[in-house]
């Protein structure tokens, strides 16, 4: 069989001719990056002149021959031949890794070979090229049937052609970014091209800076992941060299994997450890007449020839090294340099030899200076790429171990997977290791992302480059270096997708180029597992296959598991590498994505309908029948294999897809379907209202309260247009609740009311009870809960009476966060445990995770911290893929709480920052107040006071925004200031904070029973016994839950000790025994009540017991502060009952007080009243301890 384009001979069953890359079989229209070369003759006009016609043809025909020799010898393919130009395609019908460079150098190659045409026939032409790379349609033209490639990219590189001056060489934007690495450019700037309305940036190429397939590093990177690899590389070397046995280790593994890498490090680990002479060569794809090229390169090394030595000296070097390392000398000395220069590639060395005679001596010298080199010291010899060597190295490779035998030679060479179809290393007397480089695992390629960033990525940024990159280090290092390029690494809030961008060049080569090596059926499914997703059901490959009328689809699975492109497991698959899918997919053209989309959202839809579990993959068929008719669309019509009607089948399972989505909170994947949905509608198709009124409500999810607001006008617009009382009453609903997460409780009050109004006149009840939940919410959010408790009534009613079991669950649980506000927490727990019943039983996750989400701060404010920190933990990423800010957030400050009060201050701090971050995002500053104060607790517990303090101070603006405007946690923000300088025995600062807030909470409701705790400390601290015992009466009294008891029992035994009344503190501190109510902190200020006290009844050894337990509690976590304050009521204790200890325990605390650049002063005060049961102030702790 012969090519019918260059007629050269080509293999049975060939896809494509190896010399030229002509199509041997028909194939479909494909979507490829290609680059694109356009040259044009320039001189042959005036030549016409005066010169006979057939010689001119003859003259033009031989340069057209040379430059099409020209193309094809880097890897292109002439595209066409028109007049005096000449278009060829770099990337088409067959890819390579480096196809923008391969056109660059073919271009090069092109004009010096024009440059020697014009010398040999005496006539001035020259040549102008124009070199341009981009996404291109390729295939045959119906009318035509030759190959071709279409699209913006051709019109570019034609342009640059003609922008370009006779001998130059102008290259797009996409070409220089691909390949200036390895190409030396001039910038040119923006230049003006015919046809465009922007100008394009071009540049000169002037020469190539490296060899072909030298692919440039970037900055070092450490070596991980690779331990077992190394330690079995140095096993070689240790046994070659002391067994004197030669040693093959051949590293096989997909490009970027690392295989280089291992060799230099195999190559400096015998350089070092074993003093051996190290030899490197590399084979290189096209571009090098000298088949023996890696074999030269080595050789260069051995006799230190540099790339600039005339002949002479190239000469002498070699024979001087010939002549050290073998001993030879005369005719015999002679032999071997010529030997040696011809496969250096000396053209004159052994001219006058047959070829196969020449080849022998080359071997022949070869051998013999390996030899003498290895009998003084080992030798190492690193030969990279090897799937690019011709047969001749290979067989030399064979050969040299055959002649080796007793000598200390390694041979270390890389190659690709493809070599074991051509080469595989012959058995003999050596030792043999071939080495399968696997990609690194999470663990790893998450160590060398961190250090490639210089720090730990966001872990949505994480995830996205892990995903992609399959472990390849390459692949990683590309997508790294893309994001610094394009400055996004250091761009807050862009979503992590959004930042990663289209693939580099580099990578969408090498992944092309291994795709392109595929048989048509592993290409096949690989394309249907593209359009598949990330990962899916084998059942539906095999069904797509079918669908195109293949079959045994086992068997390339299989095959294509083995090729490490995809992972087969357990009735499932999934792409090693997200770079795989990419290009898989964008390989695809338009029609065929939407056929296969198409074809397998109908599979989807009978599969679900069959089991009768049609609700399991809505989202998928919605997104399949989605992608498959926007793609209708973009092509502007009908696509022979997709439905006629794909746009009703789209927009009916997107919608109900997006409602059942809604209904589980998933609001990124709402609003993802709904935006589908907008770009799919007709402009006044009847789908539009619901539309609208689903994608308001999914932003208003997400906070996205602008663009929610737009939708609700538009939906407003329309109901107004059509005197729709339905859709108005609707879209007031959703607004109303906009403008409650605006901050806008008034607006949002009015709203509702008025669309509670229209659903009453409407005689519509789910609408009715969806708009008071909603007003009852807003109410609740303004800190107004007995007004919130009527209409949440009123709509558990209506909810009931329609039997909505969804809409009863969610009043059910909106009704508990009234029973929670008033610190009834049995009354909200039994509530939330019926919401979450029905929200279990219907499947409703979100409304699940709502109710957790309750019921882990229902168990925080029960003391019960351990069960709140299971349940916040449990919750979590259902919070965060939910896509709802603000309850994000609050299950991240509840994990910081939790964290916080467990003794663990220093894990509370990332949660409490993140909460902060997403609080701001939505503008609640309640939450930012509540968090901002939550770092700070945690930062000067964990003895990082000067930046608690520091962060602090960023608690005015957004506390006194709350106070202000009475909004969400205005009770809390004065207290939760107060609190912190408690923390620090500063009562002074405490005082001032807990009065600028105003009076905090009501009497009847949560937090009020805290707040006088807080106020009762504060007093203590300053030395008022009375007042604090009074504060702390009160906060008894009106307490609600055994974790607040817990708390103002431990601080209320110290201020019955500094009253003199040890009995009662005895009495009151065993009231917070219990391990499972209360903090860590109220467990120890109760132990050092009880402490105090045994020590005024004269019970020191009961007391030295209490103060050890105290002391043990708080040693037990990282709360540095607490651990120093529990000291310091230790010495005090001592001091009191004059023991002589006392000063040294002292002496303790105030070094660790220093060391935190704290005094305490206010728990100095409070532990000497307690120690002496006097009302005055005590001296400072230094002066006595002085």
């Keep these: 069989m012969t090519c019918p384009s260059c007629g050269a001979g080509v293999p049975d069953r060939a896809r494509f001719c190896p010399s030229c890359g002509h199509p041997l079989h028909a194939r479909a229209d494909e979507r490829r990056i290609v680059t694109v070369l356009f040259g044009d003759l320039v001189g042959f006009t005036t030549m016409s002149e005066t010169r006979d016609p057939e010689s001119v043809k003859n003259i033009v025909d031989q340069c057209f021959e040379r430059l099409a020799a020209d193309i094809t010898a880097f890897g292109g393919r002439v595209d066409k031949i028109i007049g005096d130009a000449i278009v060829a395609l770099f990337g088409a019908p067959v890819a390579h890794e480096d196809d923008g460079e391969r056109a660059v150098r073919a271009a090069l190659q092109m004009q010096r070979t024009i440059a020697g045409m014009a010398t040999q026939v005496g006539v001035d032409v020259r040549l102008r090229i124009g070199v341009n790379t981009g996404e ?140 051996a002479s190290v030899l490197e060569g590399r084979c290189v794809p096209y571009g090098e007449a000298n088949a023996w090229w890696p074999v030269a390169e080595a050789l260069r090394q051995a006799c230190d020839i540099k790339p600039d030595d005339p002949a002479d000296v190239w000469r002498a070097k070699t024979r001087t090294t010939a002549e050290e390392t073998t001993g030879l000398t005369g005719t015999e000395l002679d032999r071997i340099v010529e030997s040696l220069q011809h496969l250096m590639g000396d053209e004159d060395a052994l001219a006058e030899l047959d070829p196969v005679r020449a080849r022998d001596e080359a071997r022949r010298a070869l051998h013999i200076l390996i030899e003498g080199i290895a009998r003084s010291r080992p030798l190492v010899i690193v030969l990279s790429e090897l799937h690019w060597a011709d047969d001749l190295v290979l067989d030399l490779v064979d050969d040299m171990f055959d002649r080796s035998r007793g000598l200390p030679v390694v041979l270390v060479a890389t190659a690709r997977p493809e070599l074991e179809e051509r080469w595989a290393p012959k058995p003999g007397r050596h030792n043999a290791v071939v080495l399968h480089v696997d990609p690194l695992d999470d663990t790893a390629a998450d160590e060398l992302l961190t250090s490639l960033l210089g720090t730990a990525p966001p872990p949505d940024l994480r995830a996205l480059l892990l995903e992609r990159s399959g472990g390849n280090p390459f692949f990683l290092e590309e997508l790294v270096a893309l994001l610094n390029e394009a400055g996004v690494l250091h761009q807050k809030g862009q979503p992590a997708g959004e930042a990663a961008g289209d693939l580099p060049a580099t990578l969408r080569g090498l992944v092309a180029a291994r795709l392109d090596s595929l048989s048509s059926r592993e290409r096949g499914v690989l394309e249907d597992a593209a359009v598949g997703g990330r990962t899916g059901r084998l059942d539906a490959l095999v069904a797509m296959a079918e669908s195109r009328g293949d079959t ?110 809604h209904e589980r909170d998933m609001h990124p994947v709402s609003l993802r379907l709904l935006d589908q949905a907008m770009r799919l509608l007709p402009p006044d198709s009847e789908h539009k209202p619901r539309v609208l009124h689903a994608r308001a409500k999914a932003q208003a999810g997400l906070h996205r309260l602008a663009e929610a607001q737009e939708d609700l006008a538009d939906l407003l617009a329309i109901a107004e247009a059509k005197n729709d009382k339905g859709w108005e009453a609707a879209a007031l609903t959703v607004l109303g609740d906009v403008q409650q997460r605006a901050g806008e409780p008034e607006a949002s009050i009015a709203t509702l009311e008025r669309a509670v109004a229209l659903w009453s006149e409407l005689d519509n009840a789910a609408g009715k009870a969806e708009a008071l939940g909603n007003l009852g919410f807003t109410l609740l ?104 800010k603000w309850a994000f957030a609050m299950v991240l400050v509840l994990q910081a709480s939790v964290r916080l009060l467990t003794g663990r201050p220093l894990e509370a701090v990332e949660p409490a920052r993140n909460a902060r971050t997403l609080f701001e995002q939505i503008d609640d500053t309640g939450g930012q107040a509540q968090a901002i104060a939550l770092v700070s607790r945690a930062l000067i517990a964990s003895g990082a006071v000067e930046e608690g303090l520091e962060s602090l101070v960023e608690y005015a603006e957004p506390a006194a925004k709350v106070t202000s405007t009475k909004g969400r946690g205005s009770g809390f923000v004065g207290m939760a200031e107060a609190s912190i300088f408690n923390q620090i025995g500063d009562p002074e600062r405490a005082a001032a904070a807990i009065g600028m807030h105003g009076p905090g909470a009501p009497e009847d409701s949560i937090g009020h029973a805290e707040r006088e705790a807080v106020l009762g400390i504060i007093r203590l601290q300053q030395g008022e016994v009375p007042a604090a015992l009074q504060a702390l009466r009160v906060a008894e009294q009106t307490a609600h839950t055994d974790g607040e008891r817990a708390n103002i029992n431990g601080a209320l035994s110290l201020a019955l000790v500094a009253s003199g009344n040890p009995s009662d503190a005895l009495d009151v501190s065993a009231k917070v025994d219990d391990p499972n109510t209360g903090t860590y902190l109220d467990h120890t200020i109760a132990t050092i009540g009880a402490g105090f006290a045994f020590f005024q009844l004269a019970q020191r050894p009961e007391g030295e017991r209490a103060f050890a337990r105290a002391l043990a509690t708080v040693d037990g976590t990282t709360d540095r502060l607490s651990q120093a304050v529990v000291r310091l009521a230790y010495g005090r204790a001592l001091e009191g009952i004059g023991a002589e200890e006392s000063a040294e325990v002292l002496e303790d605390a105030r070094h660790r007080l220093d060391a935190l650049g704290i005094e305490a002063g206010g728990w100095d005060t409070a532990f000497t009243l307690a120690a002496r049961a006097g009302a005055a102030r005590p001296t400072p702790a230094t002066s006595d301890t002085n």
Excluded at 595 to 601: D, G, K
Excluded at 788 to 811: H, I, K, N, Q, V
Excluded at 819 to 838: I, M, N, P, Q, V
């Design 136 to 275: 291109v349609l390729v295939g045959a033209l119906r009318a035509g049937g030759d190959y071709t490639a279409m699209g913006d990219v051709v019109n570019v590189a034609s342009r640059l052609q003609t922008l370009a001056a006779p001998g130059q060489i102008l290259v797009g934007p996409d070409t220089h970014d691909c390949t200036h690495a390895v190409m030396h450019y001039e910038h040119l700037g923006a230049v003006p091209v015919k046809g465009r309305e922007e100008p394009v940036e071009a540049w000169v190429a002037i020469e190539a800076l490296a060899p072909p397939g030298r692919r440039p590093r970037r900055s070092p990177t450490p070596l991980v992941g690779r331990d077992h690899e190394l330690g079995l590389l140095s096993h070689s070397l240790a046994t070659a060299t002391a067994r004197r046995r030669p040693q093959l280790v051949l590293l096989l593994g997909e490009a970027g994997i690392g295989k280089s890498r291992l060799a230099e490090e195999a190559a400096s680990m015998a350089a070092c450890d074993y003093d």
């Design 552 to 661: 045994d689809v086992a068997r390339i699975l299989v095959d294509l598991a083995t090729k490490d492109l995809l992972i087969v497991d357990e009735g499932a698959w999934s792409f090693r590498s997200e770079v795989v899918r990419e290009v898989a997919y964008e390989t695809l053209t338009k029609a065929a994505r939407a056929r296969r989309h198409a074809a397998l959202a109908d599979w989807l839809v009978e599969r679900t309908r069959g089991l009768g579990r049609e609700d399991e993959e809505l989202e998928q068929i919605a997104h399949h029948y989605g992608v498959a008719a926007e793609l209708v669309r973009e092509l502007g019509g009908s696509i022979e294999g997709v439905p006629v009607d794909i746009l009703g089948q789209a927009l009916k399972s997107i919608e109900r897809a997006a409602v059942r989505a």
């Design 781 to 884: 959010q303004n800190d107004d809960p007995s007004r919130a408790e009527g209409p949440f009534t009123e709509a558990l009613e209506l909810a009931r009476s329609t039997g909505d079991r969804r809409a009863t669950a969610w009043a059910q649980q909106r009704l508990a966060w009234i029973s929670f506000y008033r610190g009834d927490t049995s009354a909200a727990e039994e509530r939330l445990e019926k919401a979450a019943a029905t929200f279990r039983e219907i499947g409703d996750n979100g409304g699940l995770a709502w109710a957790n989400g309750l019921m882990a701060w229902v168990r925080f404010f029960q003391g019960r911290h351990d069960e709140a920190g299971a349940l916040a933990d449990s919750i979590i990423g259902e919070a965060k893929n939910m896509g709802d």
